[in-house]
């Protein structure tokens, strides 16, 4: 690849070397480097947008697929191993017959915990994965918490007090160029005297 | 390398048997795979290039490729890395495209026949 190259093949580069397993990658991370960037000196030869588009659309799912589908067949292979390990040795008879019922659950909970322990050394083992899966989960978590909170408080939590249903707020209307106002303190006053619509009337400010 | 025989990965995923279909005319680096593969298929199958690249351990692994030294690239930059065929990859493909050749003459045959079933 030439030294200036476009930052799209950068950004490829970097991201297959985080999403790839490390061995895909010390295998084949230079020649799928390349092998995109001759696909997208060719896309940018063509005249229209559409063709590099198309590339890194293909190009980032076949990415995110491979590296699901990778890992999976890793962890398949490492169960293996780790059941074929873990088989326990007859005396040519075959395997004894398993009576316990609990034995089910123990299997479940035992995969469970290989599969934590697994996910545990890999993180440990790809550091820049680990580092932008935990802050992407973080991210989400947190911007999801601020706006549920923000929901919660604006739209689905009644006003504390005994019947926020018949609360109004009054405003004054000054034709076309200021049709909501804020009431002045003697408008107040005003309307307070003349009040026959409503039980009571308070004033607020906004002014800290 | 496995001991095997041949007939072991057969039915070959769809993107292996193009790739062995296009290293049967010799020795090609990924983008020349990828570009072949899209022009055989008329655009039907174009390749991602981690996927072929997980496809080409897959079959290095298995002994249906090999590694055929580097040469020095058209465009930019350093060589390019080239792949080969081996005897045993060249032996799985003509399985493979036998099976196929079967599989299309089934079929063939069942819906010609009901073909002329509807018609009668």
Same mark, same amino acid.
């Given at each position: 690849?030439?030294p200036?190259?476009? =930052?799209?093949v950068r950004?490829?580069c970097?991201?297959?070397?985080?999403l790839l397993p490390?061995? $895909? *990658?010390?295998?084949?991370?230079?020649?799928?480097?390349?092998?995109f960037?001759?696909?997208?000196?060719?896309a940018a030869?063509?005249?229209t947008?559409? #063709?590099r588009?198309?590339?890194?659309g293909?190009?980032?799912? /076949?990415?995110?697929s491979?590296?699901?589908?990778e890992r999976r067949s890793?962890?398949?292979q490492r169960?293996h191993l780790? @059941?074929?390990?873990? =088989?326990p040795?007859t005396?040519?008879?075959?395997?004894?017959?398993?009576?316990?019922p609990?034995s089910g659950?123990?299997?479940?909970?035992d995969? +469970?915990?290989?599969d +934590?322990r697994?996910t $545990?050394?890999t993180l440990?083992?790809s550091?820049?994965f680990?580092v932008?899966?935990?802050a992407?989960?973080?991210?989400?978590?947190?911007a999801?918490a601020?706006?549920?909170?923000?929901?919660?408080s604006v739209?689905?939590r009644? $006003?504390p007090?005994?019947?926020?249903?018949?609360?109004? +707020?009054? *405003?004054t209307?000054?034709?076309?160029d200021?049709?909501?106002n *804020?009431?002045?303190?003697?408008?107040f +006053?005003?309307?307070r005297?003349l009040?026959?619509?409503f039980e009571?009337?308070a004033?607020?400010t906004?002014?800290? | 390398?496995t001991?095997?025989?041949?007939r072991?990965?057969l039915?070959?995923?769809?993107h292996?048997?193009e790739?062995?279909? /296009?290293l /049967?005319?010799?020795?090609?680096?990924?983008?020349?795979t990828?570009t @072949?593969?899209? #022009?055989r298929?008329g655009?039907?199958?174009?390749?991602?290039?981690s996927?072929l690249? @997980?496809?080409?351990?897959?079959?290095r692994r298995?002994? $249906?490729?090999?590694?055929a030294?580097?040469r020095?690239?058209q /465009?930019?930059?350093?060589?390019?890395r080239?792949?080969?065929?081996?005897?045993?990859?060249?032996?799985?493909?003509?399985?493979e495209?036998?099976r196929? =050749?079967r599989?299309?003459?089934?079929?063939?045959?069942?819906?010609?026949d009901s073909a002329?079933m509807r018609?009668?």
């Amino acid at each position: 690849m030439s030294p200036a190259l476009p =930052r799209i093949v950068r950004l490829y580069c970097g991201l297959s070397r985080t999403l790839l397993p490390h061995d $895909l *990658w010390a295998e084949h991370g230079r020649d799928m480097n390349e092998a995109f960037y001759d696909l997208y000196t060719e896309a940018a030869s063509k005249p229209t947008v559409s #063709e590099r588009a198309r590339l890194i659309g293909r190009e980032l799912i /076949s990415l995110f697929s491979t590296a699901i589908e990778e890992r999976r067949s890793t962890r398949r292979q490492r169960r293996h191993l780790l @059941a074929l390990r873990a =088989r326990p040795r007859t005396s040519g008879h075959g395997q004894p017959p398993d009576n316990n019922p609990l034995s089910g659950i123990t299997d479940m909970f035992d995969s +469970v915990l290989s599969d +934590v322990r697994y996910t $545990l050394r890999t993180l440990r083992k790809s550091p820049v994965f680990a580092v932008v899966a935990i802050a992407t989960l973080a991210l989400g978590i947190g911007a999801n918490a601020a706006v549920f909170s923000v929901i919660n408080s604006v739209l689905l939590r009644p $006003l504390p007090y005994e019947a926020p249903e018949d609360l109004y +707020v009054v *405003w004054t209307n000054f034709g076309r160029d200021l049709p909501q106002n *804020w009431l002045s303190g003697p408008e107040f +006053v005003e309307i307070r005297d003349l009040n026959t619509r409503f039980e009571e009337v308070a004033i607020y400010t906004g002014a800290a | 390398m496995t001991t095997e025989g041949p007939r072991k990965h057969l039915p070959l995923a769809p993107h292996d048997f193009e790739i062995l279909l /296009s290293l /049967s005319h010799g020795p090609m680096h990924g983008y020349a795979t990828i570009t @072949a593969i899209r #022009e055989r298929t008329g655009g039907d199958m174009v390749l991602g290039t981690s996927t072929l690249y @997980a496809a080409v351990r897959r079959m290095r692994r298995a002994g $249906l490729i090999e590694e055929a030294g580097e040469r020095p690239a058209q /465009s930019n930059g350093p060589p390019r890395r080239y792949w080969r065929m081996t005897e045993r990859g060249d032996e799985v493909l003509r399985l493979e495209a036998d099976r196929i =050749r079967r599989a299309a003459a089934a079929a063939d045959s069942v819906l010609g026949d009901s073909a002329e079933m509807r018609k009668s």
